[in-house]
T-cell receptor
């Protein structure tokens, strides 16, 4: 069983640039959620994708956008990067959108540094 | 009041000790809860689910107090390998969004 994989593992960007992060879900999982984790804090929910549609969004501005593909892999795009966007970006997949009986399986994350 | 609140610690305990963490939550309608463990610079991993009054798995016991809106995690006979950050997690009513606490850092010393 292949776990959740994310790429790249590390990334350095300049303020104002755009970035795309990628995630392959665990085999058999159709739901992908993205979280942002700043240093010393817990992860914060960005959004969730289910069957290629956004299925819930946290308190993040529209410059954070995403996609889910037919194979359930997903992308997170961030435009007009700001210094505060520096964080660990975690992708998690699950068997279904609701978490009660379908725990999240996280990838190793992408560490983004904005200078 | 924060949606999910934890004491950041660190809790420094000797091997073999018993340690407990509390987590308070604001949404009284929340039905289930999770504890995740996160090692330094790694991804969070599910430790335990709490659906009713509590759950026990080996040395780990999670308890839920709905009246006071808190969840606790008890670790007995602490091991060096238990050193990590423990994240309290509360799903929203739809279950599609998890709200994480800030985490409690545990350091188990020889």
């Amino acid at each position: 069983e292949t776990g959740v994989t994310q790429s790249p593992t590390h990334l350095i960007k300049t303020r104002g640039q755009q970035v795309t992060l990628r995630c392959s879900s665990q085999s058999g999982h159709n739901t992908v959620s993205w979280y942002q984790q700043a240093l010393g804090q817990g992860p914060q929910f960005i959004f969730q994708y289910y069957r290629e549609e956004e299925n819930g969004r946290g308190n993040f501005p529209p410059r954070f956008s995403g996609l889910q593909f037919p194979n359930y892999s997903s992308e997170l795009n961030v435009n007009a990067l700001e210094l505060d966007d520096s964080a660990l970006y975690l992708c998690a997949s699950s068997l279904a959108p609701g978490s009660y009986n379908s725990p999240l399986h996280f990838g190793n994350g992408t560490r983004l540094t904005v200078t | 009041r924060k949606e999910v609140e934890q004491d950041p610690g660190p809790f420094n305990v000797p091997e073999g000790a018993t340690v407990a963490f509390n987590c308070t939550y604001s949404n009284s309608a929340s039905q289930s809860f999770f504890w995740y463990r996160q090692d330094c610079r790694k991804e969070p991993k599910l430790l335990m689910s709490v659906y009713s009054s509590g759950n026990e798995d080996g040395r780990f016991t999670a308890q839920l107090n709905r009246a006071s809106q808190y969840i606790s995690l008890l670790i007995r006979d602490s091991k060096l390998s238990d050193s990590a950050t423990y994240l309290c997690v509360v799903p929203n009513n739809a279950g599609n969004m998890l709200t994480f606490g800030g985490g409690t850092r545990l350091m188990v010393k020889p």
